[in-house]
């Protein structure tokens, strides 16, 4: 992920003429770009106008109530959300983060990680400020964690992410690094324009979301990676600030609506990593959502506001893969470990690697119309 930062000036026009995001498989440095904040500090209403949100109602004495994700923030005139990126004027609600990047980057599509999701391909990877939980180990809490007036941002609506993806050659465009549900009519605008374009778009999301504005979305979108933060109710309450149960609703309705989703789990030492609770979290998942679903567990580094714990252990990691594959499911994954034999893909039926992978670099695919090159045993996923 590339933040945008105070620096030389460049126009919108001049990024996506010039496509001054290049590709990289780690990203590093940053994309420099002029601050857009006013001498008081606010930004400036004229060069990012905010839009009536799609989901809310109104309520006595101009307060409103988001519909949008779970916590059903009921605010004041003149305030925001929890998230905040939506804001009450008069008794209406509305985003102020549509068109407004914060983050910008070509990625490999490997790096969400989508594995079975158009393997090789790059990814238009875009970000506002924001979030609607707080995560005490966020690895992008510079941007998720912040208000959008306290970032510098670039103005690029729908059609100019379309457009940049063109010029980058990029098939997909992925709505990523903070939280996309916030940012959810620029995501839902966005995805329509791409759609139109004959580009995909992904969404890379925590699933703290209500059910008709994802269904919604949903049409839209072309693919879902959902960050599975743990399998426990106190998890969930005392480290990302959130609830569990939404989240499973969340990846149930993912399931009934048919879209290609794979979730993801972030291991941290002493906290998600017991073999009780990764059991638990296997066996719903192969009751519920079946045993293709790719599950990836991935090592987590010390962070923002979790540092006294170490990296996961290797062998954790490992445990944790060899529960979910004891447990049923074909496809478990271990991630933020480069060159591990857990980054590939193996066939359910012949157990042939089909996929091998070294971070987020294919270097061999033998999956050949969605089968086992081997043996034809079908892979999920999308592969073209």
Request: hydrophobic fraction near 35%; proline fraction near 6%; aromatic fraction near 10%.
């Amino acid at each position: 992920m590339r933040i945008i930062e105070e620096g030389d000036m460049i126009s919108r026009r001049e990024l996506i003429k010039s496509g001054a995001i290049a590709a990289c498989s780690v990203c590093t440095g940053y994309v420099p770009f002029s601050s857009v904040l006013n001498a008081s500090g606010i930004y400036d209403e004229e060069e990012f106008p905010a839009k009536e949100a799609m989901y809310y109602k109104q309520l006595p004495e101009e307060r409103v109530e988001c519909e949008l994700c779970p916590r059903g923030c009921k605010v004041a005139d003149l305030e925001r959300g929890y998230c905040g990126v939506r804001e009450n004027r008069g008794g209406k609600y509305y985003t102020l983060v549509h068109s407004r990047v914060c983050a910008l980057n070509v990625d490999p599509i490997e790096k969400k990680p989508l594995f079975h999701y158009l393997p090789g391909r790059r990814a238009y990877s875009l970000a506002t400020a924001g979030c609607n939980i707080e995560c005490k180990f966020c690895q992008n809490w510079q941007i998720s964690q912040f208000r959008p007036e306290q970032l510098n941002n670039i103005k690029l609506s729908p059609g100019d992410v379309v457009r940049g993806a063109k010029a980058e050659k990029c098939e997909v465009i992925a709505f990523t690094y903070s939280e996309p549900v916030i940012f959810y009519e620029y995501v839902y605008d966005t995805a329509r324009s791409a759609r139109k374009a004959g580009v995909k778009s992904v969404m890379i999301s925590n699933g703290y979301i209500e059910e008709e504005p994802l269904i919604k979305l949903c049409k839209e979108l072309d693919a879902v990676k959902i960050d599975f933060k743990a399998f426990t109710e106190k998890f969930y309450k005392e480290t990302c600030s959130g609830e569990l149960k939404p989240v499973l609703d969340t990846l149930l309705r993912l399931r009934d609506h048919g879209i290609w989703f794979e979730v993801v789990m972030l291991v941290v030492p002493t906290l998600n990593d017991s073999p009780e609770e990764l059991k638990a979290m296997c066996s719903w998942i192969k009751m519920n959502l079946g045993t293709d679903v790719p599950i990836h567990f991935t090592r987590f580094h010390p962070t923002y506001k979790i540092k006294n714990l170490p990296p996961t252990p290797i062998k954790t990691l490992e445990r944790a893969r060899n529960i979910a594959i004891e447990s049923g499911l074909n496809f478990a994954y271990i991630g933020n470990l480069p060159g591990h034999p857990g980054e590939n893909t193996y066939c359910p039926g012949c157990k042939e690697m089909v996929i091998r992978r070294a971070g987020h670099t294919i270097l061999q695919n033998s999956i050949q119309g969605g089968e086992c090159g081997n043996c034809n045993h079908p892979i999920p996923g999308v592969w073209g």
